[in-house]
């Protein structure tokens, strides 16, 4: 097993595999995001099904590959995020096609308002960083011992800021906002996230033994800007 302070691993295909799947997760969770759904009083996003995949996911990247690939990663779905969004933009604004009736659906599902993108950027990358960044520093205090524990509490934080500080932002001030919303938003996240921890366990046994990596941030840089 390779430990900090010894050199970086390279990349391989499995880490090339969770990354498309990290990546994949965002844009979905961020075009099914404008269906709201609800059982009783519960109203939330329909991404609250496959967001917190890529929590799961991030989880998985931080704690077989370190914060580092972690933090790449996470660079990598905001930058491919936004290549989704300038190009449905794009499309929006390019004219239809006389027999096609489509244009008030495209702009209501892929139409994005400068609000609602500040609030889904700022969002994520403080969310993902703060997953990441308690993720490693635990293991590091926990000698890499009960996984379960550092999943959790990532989750319960990454996912609070990410859901509180997009909700405040795309949503405060209009007649949709409740802060029950960021309650019940937040919750399921979480919920999915301990029920998943099974499978978390053995993603990441796994990624251990066929990579031969167990990565420790001893000597991290956790500046999330540090390229």
């Given at each position: 097993?390779?430990?900090?302070?010894?050199?970086?691993?390279?990349?391989?295909?499995?880490?090339?595999?969770?990354?498309?799947?990290?990546?994949?997760?965002?844009?979905?969770?961020?075009?099914?995001?404008?269906?709201?759904?609800?059982?009783?009083?519960?109203?939330?996003?329909?991404?609250?099904?496959?967001?917190?995949?890529?929590?799961?996911?991030?989880?998985?990247?931080?704690?077989?590959?370190?914060?580092?690939?972690?933090?790449?990663?996470?660079?990598?779905?905001?930058?491919?995020?936004?290549?989704?969004?300038?190009?449905?933009?794009?499309?929006?604004?390019?004219?239809?096609?006389?027999?096609?009736?489509?244009?008030?659906?495209?702009?209501?599902?892929?139409?994005?308002?400068?609000?609602?993108?500040?609030?889904?950027?700022?969002?994520?990358?403080l969310g993902e960083f703060a997953n990441s960044f308690i993720m490693a520093r635990m293991k590091l205090a926990t000698g890499g011992r009960w996984l379960w524990t550092r999943t959790v509490s990532s989750t319960l934080v990454g996912q609070g800021l990410d859901t509180a500080l997009f909700i405040v932002i795309a949503f405060a001030g209009t007649p949709s906002y409740t802060p029950m919303l960021i309650l019940y938003h937040w919750s399921?996240?979480?919920?999915?996230?301990?029920?998943?921890?099974?499978?978390?366990?053995?993603?990441?046994?796994?990624?251990?033994?066929?990579?031969?990596?167990?990565?420790?941030?001893?000597?991290?840089?956790?500046?999330?800007?540090?390229?």
């Amino acid at each position: 097993m390779v430990s900090a302070g010894l050199k970086e691993m390279k990349s391989t295909n499995r880490l090339l595999v969770i990354a498309a799947v990290f990546v994949t997760c965002l844009i979905t969770a961020n075009i099914i995001a404008v269906k709201i759904i609800s059982y009783g009083r519960i109203v939330v996003p329909a991404a609250v099904i496959v967001f917190p995949v890529s929590y799961i996911f991030g989880d998985i990247l931080t704690e077989v590959y370190g914060f580092r690939w972690a933090r790449r990663i996470i660079w990598l779905g905001f930058g491919c995020n936004l290549i989704f969004v300038i190009f449905a933009w794009v499309g929006g604004l390019l004219p239809s096609a006389s027999f096609w009736g489509g244009q008030s659906a495209y702009q209501s599902i892929l139409g994005y308002t400068p609000r609602l993108l500040l609030a889904s950027f700022s969002g994520y990358l403080l969310g993902e960083f703060a997953n990441s960044f308690i993720m490693a520093r635990m293991k590091l205090a926990t000698g890499g011992r009960w996984l379960w524990t550092r999943t959790v509490s990532s989750t319960l934080v990454g996912q609070g800021l990410d859901t509180a500080l997009f909700i405040v932002i795309a949503f405060a001030g209009t007649p949709s906002y409740t802060p029950m919303l960021i309650l019940y938003h937040w919750s399921a996240k979480v919920l999915i996230e301990i029920l998943a921890t099974p499978l978390t366990y053995q993603a990441v046994g796994y990624l251990k033994k066929a990579e031969g990596i167990d990565y420790f941030d001893e000597r991290t840089d956790f500046n999330p800007f540090a390229f």
